[in-house]
């Protein structure tokens, strides 16, 4: 039976649990005593019963028949030897699942005289429409039938199993009922646990994130010494294709490194004072017309996704600061089509709504007392936006900033389209550099070996990123958070 | 003595008041003010002159030239030896294409062995003509023999020479066009045959390597699939998480590390996501690649930070008066958060999804590393299926080098945005709506 079908069944018996709990609920309160609980809340108690066990163990059953049935094709296959026709004993074990899948789809009169060869054999599953690889092995068909048998048998045991303790836990529960009995509460304490486990998965992403770029990344150093990648300054991880035994490229992180930090901090030269200015502007100045007209437009601005930004780069003002820059020395462009100036420009003007959003916070946040002092003591405004405001909150701006460069130096979709992939290590402005995330992307696109250090990098490059971003932000919300302390 | 002049007694008199320079001072609190505005125009006219090129240049995408031409299905073009009773193999193998040309052919009145003109004639046609016309005779053989109107759209470079973006004062051999095409252009726009109708083919069409016959029909799926899942997973877990964190949890080691990490989250660059995506949900879990499900389930991961930041501050509004209120009324801590502090905060939760939603739908980056990049030309049937998204399609209409395809891609922008700022504009509307002030 198929788990699908027998995820149904339970929910269904959870159901009619549901409605003959809260019946017998309702039919025994009699006036005499006071229920503890209302009905629907024993109707719930029962659902929750009848359903949540038998979940769990389908859930259990299901992985561990799957685990079961791959040991026993590993111990049907035949020994590995020299000159096995399947690369490796994992693809094997592919092959014999993927024609047991095929399998399924024939009807019972083509599976009692199955031919013995795969090369008979694959007309008839073409005909369902069933494509298979071409180096499925004869060997493998025996052993795929017998796969079938045994996974019909795990699934009919399992679906047993499971419906029984379905009935049973809904029979439990309908037994309970009693006008004292605490259903609410019972109920609620699954809920709430159910809570504790929905606001838990915050933390098994930070845990999935580092743990499966840790274990990449370990096997990537197994070929490639961290010496070489943190500290060499070439990078040109050659391509590996599948199969093609992986050559040996050099992976340094420093130029991607330069290049992300350039490009960074020329995105900040950007958006730093612009986005810090306008925060001012719009806090201290602005109209509540001009406001409420501005601000909408500077969250659209934000609202609008980074890949259209790079193609604006990488379509536009690329080419026309190319033409640009031919015209004034007359001849020969100094600007390239693909730069760090021109990512670096349009990533700062992505930033200047992240940086003015942040800042607005955090001046508006500047208490009433300290500016109505400034301006008393006869400053002027400008004078005490520069002298009494921006100093109460140059710790929260600096936290601004941090944030705001962590999210540059994390940027994909703009480095990638307008920053260029050649690794050169150059401070002028007007050159192609590359970036962290661009190498990320390019190594993982395309059809590359999973195990090979040229696709493993991506991941030694992502836990760096990572890491970065990481420092970069705890120091930046402890900063902020701090701040606003002082004030409150 | 006493004839000193006024005047002079008077400036005496002001004389030692110190200079403050006040004259210096107002000049440069107006500087200030400039710098100020300065900086909000420059954002300003960044969004401006971004969004008038790439509606400027996108704008054409959503017409389609085609050619009206009587299609005569000859049984000689399509089935020469009159095989289709025995293997109908032969009406899917058949030289569509020659039916569409023999049509022009006639309509032009060129003579059918003139070489030449025949082969300038070729590139005329989108190749997608085969597939158009075969779909016609597939769902009904008997049009056979019979002639019938169809519309045939032109290849993408008449397309763009149509709609007069081609530069016909360049020497002909560098151009696209020749003088001929051309020509017979012309002839065809004055018989009214060929014209401009709205481009239903970009929303429609999967993936393909002739401009005319791509669109963004597996995209546009894609992306409904992904946030489809973002939505129903992302708003319950995030819910739920916010409730607990903001009503039950109490404060110890375990809540600040959820804390912690929930902000900290919320700032990982969104490629980190992917690659949490391709090494546990398609390498560990052995899930497929290039799947809708698995970009939802992503994005979801990438969402939940924005919906919890959101709901908690809609919570944490709700003023505690209510909460007392409902608990002097002997209502349990579950009932008074579900039955009076949840829908009070449901404006701002639905505020914060929706913004997370629109986040997610332009999110690009972690979608290319789990294969989301992919030629798919057939529409996907399940989420399990390979599909794409509006960005990414996007993405590789950027890669791809004719300039059909340039025009393409910002149409797609212009869809691609007009579907944040709807959402965008709901949220800020919800927000306006139902915003309460305690």
Request: hydrophobic share 55%; proline share 5%; charged share 15%.
């Amino acid at each position: 039976m198929s788990s699908l079908l027998v995820l149904a069944i339970v929910v269904a018996i959870g159901l009619v649990a549901f409605f003959i709990g809260r019946q017998r609920a309702a039919a025994q309160d009699n006036g005499k005593v006071k229920p503890h609980s209302r009905a629907h809340y024993h109707g719930w108690w029962a659902f929750l019963l009848a359903v949540l066990p038998a979940l769990l163990l389908l859930a259990v059953w299901a992985v561990g028949s799957s685990v079961y049935l791959d040991r026993n094709i590993h111990a049907a296959l035949p020994e590995r030897t020299v000159n096995s026709k399947v690369a490796s004993e994992a693809l094997d074990v592919s092959l014999v699942k993927s024609l047991a899948r095929g399998l399924r789809k024939l009807d019972a009169g083509t599976l009692a005289a199955l031919p013995a060869s795969f090369a008979e054999l694959q007309p008839l599953l073409a005909a369902k429409g069933v494509a298979l690889a071409s180096d499925t092995q004869d060997y493998m068909i025996p052993i795929a039938v017998e796969a079938n048998k045994v996974q019909d048998r795990l699934g009919l045991f399992g679906a047993v199993v499971i419906l029984a303790l379905s009935i049973a836990g809904a029979f439990y529960a309908l037994r309970q009922i009693a006008p004292r009995s605490r259903a609410r509460n019972n109920v609620e304490r699954l809920m709430l646990w159910g809570l504790l486990a929905a606001s838990t998965i915050a933390i098994l992403t930070t845990v999935g994130i580092v743990l499966s770029m840790l274990f990449q990344t370990i096997t990537f150093f197994e070929s490639v010494s961290p010496m070489n990648f943190f500290f060499g300054t070439v990078w040109d991880p050659r391509f590996a294709a599948a199969g093609s035994g992986g050559s040996q490229g050099q992976f340094g992180l420093i130029p991607l490194l330069a290049g992300t930090l350039y490009i960074a901090a020329v995105a900040l030269l950007v958006a730093v004072p612009v986005g810090l200015m306008s925060a001012v502007y719009m806090a201290e100045y602005a109209t509540p017309r001009v406001r409420s007209v501005v601000k909408p437009a500077l969250e659209l601005l934000a609202g609008i996704p980074t890949i259209v930004y790079g193609i604006f780069a990488v379509v536009t003002l690329g080419p026309f600061l190319r033409d640009l820059s031919a015209a004034l020395t007359g001849g020969s462009p100094f600007i390239q089509g693909q730069s760090i100036f021109t990512a670096g420009l349009v990533m700062g003007v992505m930033l200047i709504p992240v940086v003015s959003s942040l800042s607005d916070d955090i001046i508006t946040a500047v208490p009433r007392a300290m500016r109505d002092g400034s301006l008393g003591l006869g400053a002027t405004r400008s004078e005490t936006i520069k002298r009494v405001i921006l100093p109460a909150a140059l710790p929260g701006i600096v936290g601004a900033i941090l944030l705001t460069a962590s999210r540059a130096i994390g940027e994909t979709m703009i480095v990638v389209l307008a920053a260029g992939v050649a690794a050169n290590l150059t401070i002028n402005p007007f050159e192609a550099m590359t970036t962290i995330t661009v190498k990320i992307v390019n190594q993982l696109t395309g059809d590359l070996e999973f195990n090979s250090p040229q696709t493993l990098v991506a991941f030694a490059l992502g836990l760096t990123l990572f890491a970065l971003t990481l420092v970069m932000n705890i120091v930046a919300l402890y900063i902020v958070r701090k701040y606003r302390e002082q004030y409150e | 003595m006493t004839d000193i002049p006024m005047d002079t007694m008077v400036r005496a008199a002001a004389h030692p008041r110190r200079d403050i320079g006040l004259k210096a001072r107002y000049a440069a609190e107006r500087r200030f003010r400039i710098y100020g505005a300065v900086a909000i125009s420059v954002g300003l006219a960044f969004l401006a002159i971004m969004l008038i090129t790439i509606v400027s240049k996108g704008y054409t995408a959503f017409w389609q030239t085609t050619v009206s031409l009587p299609i005569s299905f000859d049984e000689k073009v399509i089935d020469p030896s009159n095989k289709r009773a025995a293997d109908p193999s032969v009406l899917i193998k058949a030289n569509y294409p020659k039916l569409a040309e023999n049509a022009l052919v006639a309509k032009l009145g060129i003579n059918p062995d003139d070489k030449p003109a025949i082969r300038q004639l070729k590139g005329f046609l989108s190749e997608g003509a085969r597939v158009q016309l075969r779909d016609i005779v597939a769902a009904d053989p008997s049009v056979i023999g019979t002639t019938r109107d169809v519309n045939i759209l032109t290849a993408a470079n008449l397309d763009s020479a149509f709609k007069g973006q081609i530069d016909l004062s360049v020497e002909e051999a560098r151009r696209k066009v020749s003088d001929q095409q051309i020509a017979w252009m012309n002839k065809l726009k004055a018989d009214g045959v060929m014209a401009e109708h709205f481009n239903t083919g970009l929303f429609s069409y999967g993936a393909s390597s002739r401009p005319e016959t791509s669109g963004m029909g597996v995209a546009i799926i894609g992306s409904f699939y992904m946030m489809v899942i973002v939505l129903l997973l992302a708003l319950p877990i995030g819910v739920a998480a916010s409730i607990y964190l903001e009503e039950f949890a109490k404060k110890n080691r375990l809540t600040d590390l959820i804390e912690v990490n929930i902000n900290n989250l919320a700032a990982v660059p969104s490629i980190v996501f992917g690659l949490l995506g391709l090494s546990v949900f398609i390498n560990f879990l052995g899930m497929p690649r290039s799947a809708a499900f698995v970009g939802g389930l992503v994005l979801t991961l990438m969402t939940l930070p924005t919906i919890i930041i959101a709901t908690r501050a809609a919570l944490a509004a709700v003023p505690p008066s209510i909460r007392s209120a409902a608990l002097g009324l002997g209502a349990s801590k579950m009932q008074m958060v579900f039955q009076h502090i949840l829908p009070l905060a449901a404006p701002g939760i639905l505020t914060g999804t929706i913004i997370g939603l629109a986040r997610a739908l332009g999110e690009t980056a972690p979608l290319l590393l789990i294969g989301m990049v992919a030629f798919v030309a057939d529409y996907p049937k399940t989420p399990f299926d390979p599909a794409t998204a509006l960005p990414v399609q996007i993405y590789m209409w950027a890669n791809e080098a004719e300039r059909a395809f340039v025009e393409r891609m910002s149409g797609a922008i212009i869809i691609l945005l007009v579907f944040l700022m709807a959402m965008n504009i709901t949220a800020i509307v919800l927000r306006r709506r139902f915003e309460r002030r305690w």
